[in-house]
């Protein structure tokens, strides 16, 4: 699937591509990015689990400062000489990809070795003994790849999230093995949920009474809390990541709409315990 511009500017809230800062295009089953090549301006971009197969398109994005491609296509490490003329670039998540390959040490020096201004790599914090080392032990890239395929007219092959069922894989991905991934995201995109021992963002609102304590003398309901079925998980899921494309007044809205919600299960609840 392209990336068009249709897409961008919907998802940027944006009226004009050279003017897209953040771009959040997580698990769109993308395999064509090329406009980035029309994003001057852009800052942060998040294209994990898609079908990206090139880095080149982003190489015209001199403003790039994070950069998230876990679980895509990228087949070689010589992908990073595109990378290697942005001078803002500090954050970069490559895990997960073919060109990763075998060996996680050597990966890792040659990133760095290339990539000598990044701050984080793959979420660990790069150190100054790892740069070091990444000038002995890292390969240095200094050519860009071969497109093969692409010169020489072979179709590409078809994308496919995952060979098991898509929603149990994205699922899986978005509430697993990406829980550091979607935090570092929110944070960047403005996005970032309170931490447990923090106060929420909102206007505090008045916590609603226990059934018992606004009918004394009533029994509370007998029907236990039900357990979410697959439906429900998926749908879940599907809310936990739309949540976050959505600003504070977004949110705001959400969070009235679910104190709401939560009232009339509340109030049904209790009129089938007294039926």
């Known amino acids: 699937m392209k990336l068009t511009r249709k897409m961008v500017l919907s998802r ?3 009226s004009e591509l050279d003017s897209v800062r953040k771009l959040n295009c997580w698990g769109s089953r993308l395999t064509d990015i090329s406009i980035c090549r029309e994003m001057p301006s852009l800052e942060v971009i998040t294209l994990s689990v898609n079908g990206v197969s090139t880095l080149e398109p982003v190489r015209q994005c001199q403003h790039l400062s ?8 990228i087949p070689s490490l ?9 001078p803002r670039l500090r954050v970069l998540w490559l895990a997960e990809n073919p060109c990763c390959g075998s060996d996680p040490h050597l990966y890792r020096m ?4 290339n990539l000598p201004g990044l701050q984080k790599l793959d979420n660990q914090t790069v150190t100054e003994e790892e740069l070091s080392r990444a000038l002995r032990e890292g390969d240095e890239i200094t050519t860009a790849p071969a497109r093969e395929d692409t010169e020489s007219g072979r179709p590409e092959a078809p994308f496919t999230l995952s060979s098991t069922d898509p929603a ?7 509430l697993g093995s990406s829980a550091d991934e979607a935090s570092s995201v929110q944070e960047q995109l403005g996005m970032r949920l309170p931490a447990r021992n923090q106060p929420s963002s909102f206007p505090p609102r008045e916590a609603a009474p226990s059934l018992k304590n606004r009918f004394p003398g009533r029994p509370t309901p007998r029907h236990p809390p039900r357990l979410p079925a697959l439906h429900d998980n998926n749908v879940l899921t599907a809310i936990l ?3 976050r494309e959505l600003d504070a007044e977004g949110l705001e809205v959400v969070h009235q709409t679910v104190g709401s919600r939560l009232q009339a299960l509340h109030r049904r609840e209790l009129q089938e315990d007294t039926e």
Request: charged residues 35%; without cysteine; hydrophobic residues 45%.
């Open 168 to 174: 149990a894989e994205t699922e899986q991905d978005a």
């Open 12 to 14: 940027a809230k944006a």
């Open 66 to 73: 994070e950069l998230y491609l876990r679980k895509n296509r």
């Open 110 to 113: 040659t990133v760095l070795r």
């Open 78 to 86: 010589a992908e990073l000489f595109y990378l290697k003329d942005l």
């Open 241 to 243: 990541l739309l949540l």
